[in-house]
């Protein structure tokens, strides 16, 4: 296993639980608890059943239930489809603390036995030299095992920026107004993320300090200003938006080479899937694998691919389009659009 976040610890369980012995490999020097808050689909929360996981999530989740799209002067646009969500699934979409979420991982491995993950480890060599029966490129947009050979997996991909820096970071206290915020060029949006607390995200082209991003959301209805007014700009996390295009044309390679996660299909955060994406091909590969046995592994990596590659291409592309149009700087065309929707 190359890679140790949410896919790679997530898969390496898959796999201890099935019977194989797994040594991980990661190229930080510790455990990645940057971050501040998944959104679990009722989807990827039955993976995580799947994986023995489903109890230590709801441990200290929170749900979330309400939430609306508004324009920065308050008007409210729509209503996010959570209740609808709630209603199809029988389950409400769920928001946990990315650190929380990595430790339950962390503990769990452990729980099941065998070595450590190695820290500190990159991967330098050609992943098909590795002594293993099978190897998982859970090692980010960046992936060393992907990037390696690139032509492996069908064709180069390539890492694209969108020329947007998004922040986020959690505010110690909370409101009840949650959703995005939508204005020109540029969003807001708040969810829960645990009692007392609020988590905040936005993206915006041009601010690279905490001053310049508070400038502009300067003016934007409540809770927002005092949001970002409460939160401490250290703790403040601000990443390019990257994106992997095109698609790759497999997840899976040479009878035992597979990718997970954002190594296989790297998304903008707008429509929030990256950590179910990443949960859902963890669980899918590792039921595959299970259900063909060391013998079947390639048939059962043509399987993992089969059924994950084009669901996770879609949600990637469905995110890309609404980064575009969240971000458009017509915004009056866009929520004229958006008071066309069914309610």
């Keep these: 296993m190359i890679g140790a976040g949410v896919a790679g610890l997530a898969t390496a369980i ?29 989807t990827a929360q039955a993976a995580l059943d799947r994986l023995g996981l489903g109890d230590a999530l709801r441990a200290r989740a929170v749900p979330y239930r309400h939430a609306r799209i508004r324009r920065p002067d308050g008007k409210v646009l729509a209503a996010l489809p959570l209740e609808r969500v709630e209603r199809k699934a029988g389950r409400p979409e769920l928001l946990v603390s990315r650190p929380h979420l990595v430790d339950a991982l962390l503990t769990e491995l452990d729980r099941l036995g065998g070595p450590a993950p190695s820290y500190g480890q990159p991967l330098t060599e050609d992943p098909a030299a590795l002594d ?19 032509v492996r997996f069908g064709a ?49 082209p041009t601010a690279t ?29 601000r990443y390019e938006m990257r994106h992997l295009y095109p698609a790759l044309r ?32 963890a669980e899918a590969l590792t039921r595959a694998v299970a ?22 291409q879609r949600v990637a592309l469905g995110s890309r389009t609404l980064h575009r149009f969240v971000t458009t700087r017509r915004p009056a065309l866009r929520d004229a659009l958006i008071g066309l929707l069914p309610g």
Aim: net charge negative; glycine share 12%.
């Design 250 to 281: 497999g997840f899976v390679a040479d009878g035992r080479i597979a990718l997970v996660g954002d190594a296989a299909h790297a998304m903008t955060p707008n429509l929030g899937q990256g950590a179910c994406t990443a949960l859902l091909d």
């Design 156 to 204: 180069p991909d390539r890492v694209r920026s969108l020329d947007t820096a998004a922040w986020i970071g959690i505010a110690d206290f909370e409101t009840e107004e949650y959703g995005e915020t939508w204005g020109d060029g540029r969003f807001f949006g708040v969810t829960p993320v645990e009692p007392g607390r609020t988590n905040w995200y936005a993206a915006v």
């Design 291 to 312: 259900a063909h046995g060391r013998a079947g592994l390639p048939a059962a990596l043509s399987a993992y691919d089969s059924e994950r590659r084009r669901s996770a």
């Design 14 to 42: 898959g796999l201890r639980r099935a019977g194989w012995a797994v040594t991980v490999r990661e190229r930080r020097p510790a455990p990645d608890r940057y971050g501040t808050a998944f959104g679990i689909h009722p």
């Design 132 to 150: 293993a029966d099978l190897v998982v490129g859970a090692d980010g947009i960046h992936s060393a095992v992907r990037t390696s050979r690139p």
């Design 209 to 237: 300090t905490a001053e310049e991003l508070r400038d502009a959301f300067a003016g934007w209805h409540d809770p927002i200003p005092p949001l970002l007014g409460a939160t401490d700009p250290d703790t403040w996390i």
